[in-house]
């Protein structure tokens, strides 16, 4: 997948649809502050462990905002992820993300939560909800890729070169894929493998 990036234009934020700017005044131990932030919504991620393959699911995707801080970052490895904006559980908003991005059909009860935590908490402080699920051949349905305008691209990472990929200031990638690499690698034995 090649990237052709121009005619960039950066403007003020006004009708909005997925995050909300905000200036916060607040008074904290006797002392007025203002803070400027962003509403977003929640999310959840889910490490995809591909056991025929013994290799990570990533997704790989063009993120803007990775672009105007360094062009040279044209792509980012994240881990199949979504917003919670939908009127449904967090685990089927997991499984319709893995099917969406990824192209497998998972079942609900084969999830497995891995923990919650806040991203962004400078600016949004949303949470994060983790999840780690098994796939393999059997299960794939479709070529992935997103929906509507989505580009996404399948990435398959070998187990055995993931603490080096971590280290690879290269390529952009989430703490939370980072994070989740780590609790994989702790927890292998536990989780059979």
């Known amino acids: 997948?090649?990237?052709i990036i121009k005619d960039i234009k950066i403007s003020?934020?006004?009708d909005t649809k997925f995050v909300h700017p905000?200036?916060?005044t607040f008074n904290q131990n006797g002392k007025n502050k203002s803070w400027e932030a962003v509403r977003s919504h929640d999310s959840v991620a889910i490490l995809l462990y591909h056991k025929e393959k013994d290799s990570f699911l990533l997704v790989k995707q063009f993120r803007m905002?990775?672009?105007?801080?360094?062009?040279?970052?044209?792509?980012?490895?994240?881990?199949?992820?979504?917003?919670l904006d939908k009127n449904k559980?967090?685990?089927e908003i997991v499984i319709e993300e893995?099917?969406?991005?990824?192209?497998?059909k998972v079942d609900i009860n084969s999830?497995?939560?891995v923990t919650s935590f806040f991203t962004n908490v400078g600016i949004s402080g949303g949470c994060q909800h983790l999840y780690f699920a098994v796939i393999d051949e059997s299960m794939k349905i479709h070529d992935g890729g997103g929906i509507n305008d989505e580009q996404?691209?399948?990435f398959f990472l070998p187990i055995n070169q993931s603490e080096e990929f971590i280290f690879d200031e290269s390529k952009a990638k989430t703490p939370g894929l980072i994070f989740s690499f780590y609790w994989f690698l702790k927890n292998k034995k536990a989780l059979g493998f």
């Open 98 to 104: 893995i099917d969406e991005e990824c192209g497998y």
């Open 65 to 83: 905002p990775v672009y105007l801080s360094d062009n040279s970052k044209t792509f980012t490895y994240e881990l199949c992820a979504g917003l």
């Open 22 to 24: 905000i200036k916060v």
């Open 111 to 113: 999830i497995q939560k």
């Open 12 to 14: 003020e934020l006004k």
């Open 89 to 91: 559980s967090i685990e």
């Open 1 to 3: 997948m090649i990237n």
């Open 152 to 154: 996404i691209e399948l």
